[in-house]
């Protein structure tokens, strides 16, 4: 059992928190926002995910876990610090580091004994070297410590479950003293740890989520061929996938990636790869196609609907992917802004991101479900392969509708199903 502080309560802190509690550590979170700490002592969890209130409520009754705006607090009645503090893209790209620096800054000056101070928010490779360097110049009575990076790699809307069940834990770090602490903390995971050095641990973060955002953006090019030459991109991504070195995962083309990460990561990656001397065109690449496919939904409702003024637009799904009510980066923000300046009225629903998309998108007519939704709609987009959408009698949506038309963002339905029920049904690369 450890005493653990995490500073700043986001997705991964709030998470982290949470499943190293239920782990059987004692565990302070901390978080500058007063409200959001005032509601989490109250249970009341800002964030969406599966199982996350259970578990807060759990591990407050078991009081294995307190909140608190104080970081003096949290780093003396703790041996390791996570810093999951947000960092945030500037627009040319590079990583917003100074809530890292500035928190750094305060554990150096509330330290009163040796602590493991974790990198758990993403950043740039060579950041531990600056949080040492900070911690160092902010530390006169040079107490001792050790910096380890641990980077993250859970999904939005399955947090908990990749927290708990990862295909592998990174630990960067220097000293045998944190390597044994750290290894110590994830043994009743039981899975495969990969110890190595801190800046190959901050390279393995980006360069991971760079990798699957290349997947997407490939097999979303690959979806242009076959609309090309009337193929179906599942029927390829299938036999792609069943290639080991490929995998099916990452496969499915659609109107491509959104979400907190992977737009941040490639720019940062993009930009630190610049500033180190290298030109990463091939990330640059993976962005171009990203755009291009929020792009290609638009022409597809102008294909069907010719002139958009006048006509109205049903969106079926806000967030940036399902069980989550993220709408950060989301391609529906885009989409619904392209027709919009082409004169189309939006109607909108989602089942869990109304809430945060009525603070992004203005100028939508929010439905409670998705047949409110289809009435007297000229055509339907889906853009969140929500399962609730799955499971819609397409019958009655296909009588709600003004016309027939629906634009299948992330091919939930089959072509041959659709066109007998009568949709001008288009996919995407099919
Ligand atoms: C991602 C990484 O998966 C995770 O490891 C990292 O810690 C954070 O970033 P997340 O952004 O929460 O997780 O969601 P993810 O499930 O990876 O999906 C990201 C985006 O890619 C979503 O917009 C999703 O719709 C899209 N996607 C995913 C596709 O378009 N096609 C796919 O095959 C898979």
Redesign the pocket.
């Known amino acids: 059992m450890r005493n653990i502080c995490i500073i700043g309560t986001g997705h991964v802190g709030l998470i982290t928190g949470v499943c190293l509690a239920s782990l059987g550590n004692k565990v302070i979170c901390v978080d500058s926002d007063k409200e959001k700490i005032e509601k989490l002592k109250r249970e009341v969890i800002p964030i969406y995910e599966p199982n996350l209130e259970e578990m807060v409520r759990e591990n407050i009754r078991e009081d294995r876990i307190s909140f608190t705006t104080s970081i003096p607090t949290g780093v003396r009645e703790s041996e390791i610090i996570f810093i999951s503090v947000s960092t945030p893209s500037k627009p040319n790209g590079e990583t917003d580091l100074r809530y890292v620096e500035a928190v750094s800054t305060e554990i150096a000056r509330s330290m009163d004994s040796y602590k493991v101070i974790v990198e758990k928010s993403t950043v740039p490779v060579k950041t531990g070297e600056r949080i040492k360097k900070t911690i160092e110049i902010n530390n006169p009575r040079n107490i001792e410590f050790d910096i380890v990076s641990n980077p993250?790699?859970?999904?939005?809307?399955?947090a908990i479950h990749?927290f708990m069940h990862p295909d592998r834990i990174v630990i960067g770090v220097e000293q045998e003293r944190a390597k044994d602490i750290m290894l110590e903390l994830y043994r009743p995971l039981n899975v495969p740890i990969i110890v190595t050095d801190i800046k190959s641990a901050e390279l393995i973060k980006h360069a991971?989520?760079s990798f699957?955002?290349l997947?997407?953006s490939y097999?979303?090019a690959v979806s242009q061929i076959c609309e090309k030459v009337g193929t179906d991109i599942k029927e390829v991504a299938k036999g792609m996938g069943l290639d080991k070195r490929i995998g099916h995962?990452?496969?499915?083309?659609?109107?491509?990636?959104?979400?907190?990460?992977?737009p941040k990561?490639l720019s940062a990656f993009i930009k630190i790869s610049h500033d180190l001397g290298y030109d990463f065109e091939l990330l640059k690449a993976v962005q171009r196609i990203n755009a291009m496919q929020r792009k290609k939904v638009v022409e597809k409702v102008k294909e069907l609907l010719w002139i958009l003024s006048g006509k109205t637009i049903g969106i079926l799904g806000l967030s940036?992917?399902p069980n989550?009510d993220d709408m950060r980066e989301a391609?529906s923000v885009t989409i619904i802004n392209s027709l919009q300046k082409e004169g189309g009225r939006i109607k909108a629903y989602d089942p869990k991101a109304i809430h945060e998309a009525k603070k992004i998108i203005k100028d939508v007519e929010f439905s409670h479900n998705p047949y409110d939704l289809a009435k007297g709609c000229d055509c339907l987009v889906i853009l969140?392969e929500w399962d609730e959408f799955k499971r819609l009698d397409l019958k009655r949506i296909k009588d709600l509708l003004n016309q027939p038309n629906i634009i299948d963002g992330r091919n939930i339905f089959e072509p041959k199903e659709m066109k007998k029920l009568g949709f001008n049904y288009k996919g995407i690369g099919r």
């Open positions: 993250e790699f859970l999904r939005e809307g399955e990749d991971s989520n699957l955002a997947k997407i097999i979303n995962d990452f496969l499915e083309a659609g109107v491509g990636y959104g979400g907190s990460c992977f990561d940036f992917k989550t391609p969140t």
